[in-house]
């Protein structure tokens, strides 16, 4: 009686939301579970989950955040692509976007924080990592779940200032990173904090004031980047006045949770990337945001988007069984 009730309830959830497929089909990863070995392992005859110890997920961990910190991020940029990261590697972040394949994760998690530690005048609200400290993980199989305080350096504010830093990772067979998830934790608590950090330098007495401030200052680095690396086919804005008058006049600031729509503070993520490749990266700080920073999507679909194709972040044969959910 109560598994009937069960089912029932599922499926008038499934009616509900409209987006998930009406199915009872076993979640199976799509060429089984990524970097596995051999085709009998686990049930069913699936390709076998990769199975680390805990020492070495914590080291794989470790190795990870150490490429992570500056100055060790600048070479991990120009490595193209990290040798950290998985060649079907994908990558979430709640703050920003998604992120598919290596070039693009190399770019984002080590170029982005390079870029802004080789050039500490630049106003941004955002600071390159210093040093870090792992205080929560656990592990198992091939994924680990862990919260990480990074110190990063805010060199518009000159002060340095804890982030904690939660993700999912799963490594494949090679111990390459191939599915990672990460949210920034109070990250809204951290944008009110820096607004505050920055009044008394911007000699401002409320955060609506500091933002006025901000966003021309912001716009102004953003159109220095245009001028300098967006040319001929990679050109954004007609000159640097259009560049200027759109980023501080046209397009609204943002706020924490925006740093991947139709924001400066999406514009002022991207232009970091610029410098490694023009053709993809400057579309993304112009008026159409190039597909990085748009409203593209609404606060369900952001919570319910099925991102993990390869695998789902629970150890084998726990997984939902509808492929849509375990995907999420």
């Not at 990772?169 to 990460?182: I, L």
Request: aromatic share 14%.
């Amino acid at each position: 009686m109560m598994l009937s009730k069960l089912l029932f309830v599922i499926q008038l959830c499934t009616l509900w939301w409209g987006i998930l497929p009406a199915t009872n089909a076993t979640y199976i990863p799509k060429g089984g579970y990524p970097g596995g070995k051999g085709g009998g392992g686990g049930k069913g005859g699936h390709s076998a989950q990769p199975n680390f110890t805990f020492d070495e997920m914590w080291k794989m961990q470790t190795k990870f955040w150490d490429a992570f910190m500056y100055p060790n991020n600048v070479a991990e940029a120009k490595s193209i692509n990290s040798s950290l990261l998985a060649p079907n590697v994908l990558g979430r972040v709640d703050v920003t976007r998604t992120f598919d394949g290596p070039e693009l994760n190399t770019e984002y998690l080590f170029g982005l924080f390079a870029t802004l530690a080789l050039n500490p005048g630049a106003t941004t609200l955002l600071g390159y990592p210093v040093s870090y400290e792992i205080v929560h993980f656990a592990a198992s199989q091939n994924i680990a779940s862990a919260s990480t305080i990074i110190m990063f350096n805010l060199t518009s504010v000159a002060r340095l200032v804890p982030i904690e830093i939660d993700t999912w990772n799963m490594w494949n067979a090679q111990g390459q990173v191939v599915e990672y998830d990460a949210t920034f934790r109070w990250f809204q608590f951290f944008f009110d904090n820096f607004l505050g950090l920055a009044m008394p330098l911007l000699g401002t007495t409320t955060p609506q004031q500091t933002i006025t401030i901000l966003q021309p200052l912001i716009a102004t680095g953003i159109c220095r980047t245009h001028t300098e690396y967006c040319t001929g086919e990679n050109q954004q804005y007609d000159n640097a006045t259009d560049c200027f008058n759109f980023l501080s006049a046209k397009t609204r600031f943002g706020t924490a949770y925006e740093l991947g729509r139709d924001t400066l503070l999406c514009r002022m993520v991207h232009e970091n990337m610029i410098p490694y490749r023009p053709e993809v990266h400057c579309p993304h700080i112009g008026p159409s945001g190039g597909g990085m920073c748009v409203d593209d999507t609404t606060y369900s679909q952001k919570v319910l988007e099925p991102y993990f194709t390869h695998a789902p972040f629970v150890p084998y044969g726990y997984a939902s069984k509808n492929a849509t959910i375990a995907a999420m």
